[in-house]
């Protein structure tokens, strides 16, 4: 059988690379739009119901993030917006978010460890969660792992992650109540800056009077506009498909597909000698393009189970070094199959309409 | 029997309106050994595709026994040459990638008959034609006798009524061609109708009627014993 697919080899293999280009496409195709709706709902996933944001502008250099949780016994309130740190593993400024006040369960999916200021053993000290991308860059002693921030040491207390998408894997969470001092300072110096007060168990009225209660002490000229927030904030599923390189997958593609006419055309002329004997020894027009048919979609066949062997052993090996694997749902596999028939179709126009087209009987 | 009347045959009437086969009628009977003759373009091959049911005629009628075939659909055309037809051709029209096992199998597929039966059938002819050897070989690596036997094997699986063969040792040389021309006359002896074209006219005289045509006309009709 397949001795009699690759009787023409050297079209044989040439089809076989551009089917499996065509796959890789469509796989990556997919598993960019797989990856960028599971950010998507991550990120839903992580808004609470219950939700106050207040913007704060302050210019006297006042330690405001200290005192802000101070009181607080409902919700959980949490600053972020220009807020960085300085790691020196990394040698760059990064983003960063600093927990004020916990007293619910947090929406940070951990892959070990917890957030801190979640256990008391945090309090007083110096302590962080890190995502998988940043994880990377702590330094292991003794069993524990090592960040320096501020040029101060903070033990890894947690590192935050999903299997689903990479939505968590660069978040640095500080708490205020387990900072140094050198970032506490830093801070000082940043004039502009969010506080988020969340919860899903309760209404953030109450909380929101004190956090802001807490500011104004700590410096009562800064500037405060609260926002109740209602909407779940604008989806990242645009965001995601731009960065990815969504249109050159979609170009490869593309160019496959003409690839695949192209290939299944020279098919058809090398096998002209062949269709012409056939069809003078009683082949009917249909016989000799369901077998042509049939060697396609067998050689398609082929490149498609190498291709998902292949794929599963990478998926694999990414797994284990990452945490991470595609989701497939019934769309994404759906839309495989589809790709999968469309692209056989499409190859097979061409030498369907050749071989109709030609219908001559002669040998010459 | 083969009876063409008045069949005449012109090509394609935009590009050149000339006869390849002009008001040509013929008679054949069952069992003859037959050889056409002729110059270059003188509608030799044509001829033999019409008979053959290849190609159509422009005017006139073909009968094959009691079938017009002149006026079958194409499916039935098509029919008719599995049943009735088997084709020899000079430059042996064989599958370059296919063995000579798998070229002569093509007739038997296409007539439906079962693996086991096409087994047998073509080890048959493969030994009857002293070629069982090369079965697993492909053409290329077969010399022009052998490949012209096995296009003679694959003529023959069907076990056609008439062979058609279109100038068959014309791609070989002496020796090997009067072996081939040896095999059609056996193949003649045991009932079969052989049309054969050729311009050899040792192998026209080993024949029993030679015709000539030229310039699509029948220039002379000749049986000899
Ligand atoms: N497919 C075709 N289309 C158009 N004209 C054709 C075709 N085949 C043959 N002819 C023309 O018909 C005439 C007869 O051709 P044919 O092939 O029957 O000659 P022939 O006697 O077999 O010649 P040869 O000895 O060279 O094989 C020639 O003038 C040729 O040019
Ligand atoms: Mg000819």
Redesign the pocket.
């Given at each position: 059988m397949i001795h009699k697919i690759f009787r023409y080899h050297l079209v044989s293999v040439y089809f076989i690379i551009s089917q499996m280009v065509i796959l890789m496409s469509v796989f990556n195709v997919l598993h960019i739009f797989n990856k960028a709706y599971a950010k998507e709902r991550e990120r839903l996933e992580a808004i609470a119901d219950n939700r106050i944001e207040l913007t704060v502008d302050t210019v006297n250099g006042q330690d405001m993030l200290t005192g802000a949780g101070k009181g607080v016994t409902k919700g959980n309130v949490v600053a972020e917006g220009k807020l960085t740190c300085e790691v020196a593993e990394i040698g760059s400024l990064n983003r960063c978010e600093v927990i004020l006040s916990i007293n619910e369960a947090t929406p940070y999916k951990m892959i070990s460890g917890h957030i801190p200021g979640e256990s008391p053993d945090d309090t007083g000290k110096r302590c962080v969660a890190l995502g998988r991308n940043k994880v990377g860059y702590a330094k292991e002693r003794d069993g524990i792992k090592y960040l320096t921030i501020n040029q101060e040491e903070y033990e890894v207390v947690g590192i935050i992650g999903s299997e689903n998408s990479d939505f968590w894997d660069y978040k640095i969470v500080l708490n205020s109540d387990c900072m140094g001092d050198k970032l506490k300072n830093s801070y000082k110096s940043v004039n502009n800056y969010t506080i988020t007060i969340y919860s899903n168990l309760s209404s953030v009225q109450e909380t929101f009077e004190q956090v802001y209660q807490n500011l104004l002490s700590a410096d009562s000229y800064s500037n405060i506009v609260a926002v109740d927030k209602r909407q779940k904030g604008e989806s990242t599923v645009k965001a995601t498909l731009q960065r990815e390189n969504l249109r050159t997958n979609v170009l490869v593609y593309v160019f496959c597909i003409i690839n695949s006419i192209i290939i299944s055309m020279f098919w058809v002329v090398q096998r002209k000698k062949e269709v012409a004997i056939k069809r003078v020894f009683g082949y009917s027009n249909i016989r000799i393009v369901s077998d042509l048919a049939r060697d396609l979609l067998l050689l398609m066949i082929i490149t498609f189970v190498f291709y998902l062997t292949g794929y599963a052993i990478v998926q694999f090996i990414i797994y284990l070094n990452t945490g991470m694997y595609d989701h497939w749902n019934l769309t994404s596999v759906l839309a495989v199959i589809g790709m999968f028939f469309l692209t056989m179709i499409i190859t097979l126009v061409t030498p369907v309409i050749e071989i109709y087209k030609n219908a001559s009987e002669?040998i010459k | 029997m083969i009876r063409l009347d008045k069949v005449t045959k012109i090509?394609?009437i935009k590009v050149?309106d000339?006869k390849?086969l002009d008001e040509v009628s013929l008679t054949i009977e069952d069992g003859e050994f037959v050889s056409i003759m002729?110059p270059?373009?003188?509608?030799?091959?044509?001829?033999l595709n019409i008979i053959g049911g290849m190609d159509s005629v422009t005017d006139g009628d073909y009968y094959f026994n009691d079938c017009r075939v002149s006026s079958l659909t194409a499916r039935n055309l098509h029919d008719f040459r599995k049943q009735h037809i088997g084709f020899v051709f000079q430059h042996f029209a064989l599958m370059d990638h296919y063995t000579a096992y798998e070229n002569i199998e093509i007739p038997l597929i296409a007539s439906k008959v079962k693996k086991k039966e096409r087994k047998k059938i073509i080890s048959e002819k493969l030994e009857s034609l002293g070629i069982l050897e090369i079965k697993d070989k492909i053409p290329g690596k077969m010399s022009g006798g052998q490949q012209q036997r096995v296009a003679i094997a694959r003529a023959l699986v069907t076990n056609a009524d008439v062979i058609l063969a279109d100038e068959p040792t014309g791609a070989l040389d002496q020796k090997t061609g009067q072996e081939v021309l040896g095999l059609l006359e056996q193949i003649n002896k045991s009932g079969k109708t052989v049309i054969i074209?050729t311009?050899d006219p040792s192998i026209a005289s080993k024949t029993n009627r030679i015709i000539s045509i030229e310039d699509g006309r029948i220039k002379s009709d000749s049986k000899q014993i």
């Open positions: 002669i | 090509y394609d050149d000339r390849a002729g270059s373009g003188s509608g030799k091959s044509t001829l074209v311009h």
